[in-house]
């Protein structure tokens, strides 16, 4: 049988006449409409006729391992080009055309990285100088295997406050000053190390991907809490209080209420010092800003305010005539390496799996927003390498955990930065600094590196207008932002994150779990079906049910799936069917009492003759043999015949009849047939396989067709694989599209039940 797809099945003279809805619009809608008409005429396919059709076979597996473990010169040469990029993009570098750009990008942001290494450091309760290492080693790594050309890679404020919530918790607090910053920094290192493996073992095993269970909603709510974080640990240095230490849960209010509590001890000093660097800041921020087009590059305000605040800590000796605490001693020259503690990394394993995936989904979504505007590719698992590489190194050189600052890879973008080599400049003054003048700002304010800080927390902070837009928007996504946000907030950075993707993924599952169901309709002179609820236009095929689901049916959601559908179709189903046992029950009773009492009679009148014969006296021997033979057929043939005439008349004559919905009294559906629109079915388990099964069992007894359409090849496999075909549900069943189903359907009207469940067969 052959199909025109553009008319509606059940009406074949309508491409004769106007169409109605072109009939409603102006005559050049109408025109341009007929100018885009199309019609096609195949055959009406089931997924048996299109696998005769299209020639199906099984699919070749892809086994990548076998491309892993094949050893030749070539496989050696590509690995080694993957995992060292430098070696590709090097050689091809336009030394005429990128250096200038590189150069003063890499020197814009190393005036940036100095003091907010100096200003990180303290967040994450080590040593200002320690920020100064960690901005050289990781950067420098980075260069040699990082794949995204415009991410500054180094201190970040997010990462320094996850360490500094270990650090603090690991390293106790009544010890002296040297001994805990001792104490600390050997935490710190460990952590970074054990953070450097786990980044480098997923990306060798290219795990990537995990990254991608931190949507964008969680990563910006966690961020925007962890802003929260910073701020509130750079209070002490603002007032200049000094404050007990506390992790864990509810460490951050703990922290408000103790400021709170002393902040009649606060230093005068020291506040008006933060406050005057903070306005400077912010001066020079909006300038920038505001003649962005006019200056070749930003007015390094960081910088001018670090050397200023040093010049004016040292003249005026602040911190003996205000009690202004400062930086102290900045010793020069490169740390020799140092191995990790290893009987730490049972207590930072948590922590350091956390911080990792953290610091790689910050990276990657920055390098790849950057390689889309630039319009080159960035690795996600070499990226996870050589951030991996960058801590794991830097952990041995006593630096602290990394990833890359979103303020320093616009600045290296803005100022012509165009590939690693703006990283290795920036890295090599970084070095220039911690080698021969670090020892200058040994009487930096530690309030002026609390105010840089804060005033780096801008861009974060800002995203609470996340809030206003995610609630236009999208309700899911705001849901998640906010319990990722309170979560850090009441729970830490570490529990706090874990908590988050739990509550991510169990939204996902809800969702899923709650669909959107709806009854499909025929848009009119088109093979296209549509939710009847939302197109007014649409309209259901008469004697036809058309019902789809917005998700994949699996165990969480089968159940929802079969009451949504009975619900939609208008029929109570199990009522129905429980009518109908119960009617057919009786009717078997009724039958076999009637049965009984036949079978009774017929016993009384054999014995009434058995009687008559033996009371005959008078008949001779051979007689009585005789009428003992016609006796014992009148017992034994009357019962018989007529068990033979109920069985096969009656039976085979009005089962089918007294079977039927109609016959019982009972509703029919006010349709013959269902379809199942399968097209979101993205994979099949076994609980899914028995729920399409009782479907088409429950809707068989009530005298409905079932069909399945629109299945995609694998699902299909997956079918074949769970025996989900067989005698009574055959891929005749299964057609390749909603109107193919529809079209057989008008084809193959109610059918007649012979059994308690009918088969149609095709």
């Known amino acids: 049988m052959r199909i025109f797809l553009a008319p509606t099945p059940n009406s074949s003279n309508r491409t004769a006449r106007p169409r109605d809805t072109q009939a409603l619009l102006p005559a050049t809608q109408a025109m341009e409409l007929r100018k885009r008409d199309y019609h096609m005429e195949r055959p009406l396919l089931n997924q048996e006729h299109l696998e005769e059709l299209g020639h199906r076979g099984s699919a070749p597996r892809a086994r990548p391992w076998q491309t892993w473990l094949r050893c030749s010169r070539a496989r050696a040469h590509a690995l080694l080009l993957q995992h060292l990029p430098i070696l590709v993009w090097l050689p091809r570098y336009p030394v005429r055309d990128w250096l200038l750009g590189d150069l003063l990008s890499g020197l814009s942001v190393a005036i940036m990285q100095l003091p907010q290494g100096l200003a990180y450091a303290l967040l994450a309760g080590l040593p200002p100088v320690f920020g100064l290492y960690s901005s050289f080693y990781p950067v420098f790594i980075y ?400 004697g036809v049910k058309v019902f789809r689901s917005s998700a994949t049916m699996y165990f969480a959601n089968a159940e929802f799936y079969s009451d949504a559908l009975k619900q939609r179709c208008g029929v109570d189903v199990d009522l129905l069917i429980s009518q109908k046992k119960k009617l057919l029950k009786k009717q078997e009773q009724l039958k076999l009492k009637q049965l009984q009492k036949e079978k009774k009679l017929q016993k009384q009148a054999a014995s009434s003759k058995d009687t008559s014969v033996s009371i005959n006296v008078n008949t001779s021997l051979e007689d009585m043999r005789s009428n003992d033979a016609e006796d014992c057929k009148a017992m034994v043939s009357p019962g018989d015949k007529m068990e033979d005439a109920t069985a096969s008349g009656q039976e085979d004559s009005k089962a089918a009849d007294v079977a039927t919905l109609k016959a019982l009294g009972l509703p029919q559906p006010d349709f013959h047939s269902l379809i199942l629109d399968l097209s979101a079915l993205s994979f099949v388990d076994t609980v899914c396989l028995k729920s399409l099964k009782n479907i088409f069992r429950d809707f068989r007894e009530i005298e409905v067709e079932v069909y399945m359409a629109a299945c995609h090849s694998p699902v299909v496999s997956q079918l074949e694989a769970g025996h989900f075909f067989d005698a009574s549900i055959t891929k005749k069943h299964l057609f390749a599209s909603v109107h193919d189903a529809v079209t057989f359907a008008l084809q193959h009207p109610r059918p007649v039940p012979n059994s308690r469940v009918s088969v149609t067969r095709l």
Not at 193 to 209: A, E, I, R, T
Not at 294 to 304: C, N, T
Not at 467 to 473: E, R, T
């Open 143 to 542: 260069f040699l295997f990082g794949t995204s050309r415009h991410i500054s890679v180094g201190t970040f404020a997010v990462m320094s406050v996850m360490v500094g919530s270990v650090t603090e918790s690991l390293a106790p607090q009544a010890l002296n000053d040297s001994t805990i910053n001792a104490a600390r920094v050997q935490v710190a290192s460990t952590l970074s190390v054990l953070v450097g493996l786990f980044q480098v073992g997923l990306g060798l095993v290219h795990f990537g991907f995990v990254v991608t269970y931190l949507s964008e909603p969680l990563v910006r709510g966690y961020t925007t809490a962890a802003a929260v974080q910073v701020f509130v640990s750079q209070l002490k240095y603002v007032f200049g209080l000094h404050l007990s230490s506390h992790s864990g849960p509810l460490s951050l209010i703990y922290t408000v209420l103790e400021v709170c509590w002393k902040l009649p001890q606060s230093k005068v000093g020291t506040m008006v010092t933060a406050a005057v660097a903070g306005v400077v800041l912010v001066l020079v921020k909006l300038l920038n800003d505001k003649l962005q087009q006019q200056l070749p590059m930003p007015v390094p305000g960081e910088l001018l305010t670090l050397i200023g605040a040093t010049s004016i800590s040292y003249g005026m000796d602040l911190k003996q005539k205000f009690d202004v605490d400062v930086v102290g001693n900045i010793p020069t020259g490169l740390v020799p390496p140092v191995a990790p503690n290893s009987q730490l990394f049972s207590k930072l394993m948590g922590s350091a799996f956390a911080i990792a995936l953290v610091g790689f989904a910050i990276a990657i979504s920055l390098g790849k927003i950057f390689a889309l505007r630039h319009g080159y590719r960035v690795d996600s698992n070499q990226e996870l390498v050589a951030l991996g590489l960058s801590n794991l190194i830097g952990g041995i050189f006593q630096c602290f955990p990394v990833s890359c600052s979103m303020s320093r890879s616009l600045v290296q973008e803005s100022t012509g930065g165009n590939s690693q080599v703006a990283g290795a400049i920036s890295s090599l003054f970084i070095l220039l600094i911690i080698v021969k003048l670090g020892e200058l700002f040994h009487c930096l304010p530690k309030a002026v590196l609390a105010a840089i800080v804060i005033v780096n927390l801008k861009g974060m902070l800002r995203q609470l207008s996340d809030v206003c837009s995610l609630w236009k928007a999208n309700r899911a996504d705001l849901l998640i932002w906010l319990v990722t946000f309170m979560a850090t907030i009441l729970l830490n950075l570490d529990l706090g994150l874990v908590a988050a993707v739990i509550f991510s993924l169990l939204l996902v599952v809800v969702r899923t779990q709650r669909p959107h169901y709806s009854i499909l309709g025929q848009v009119p002179d088109t093979d296209i079906y549509r939710d009847v609820a939302e197109y007014s236009e649409a309209k259901e095929v008469p």
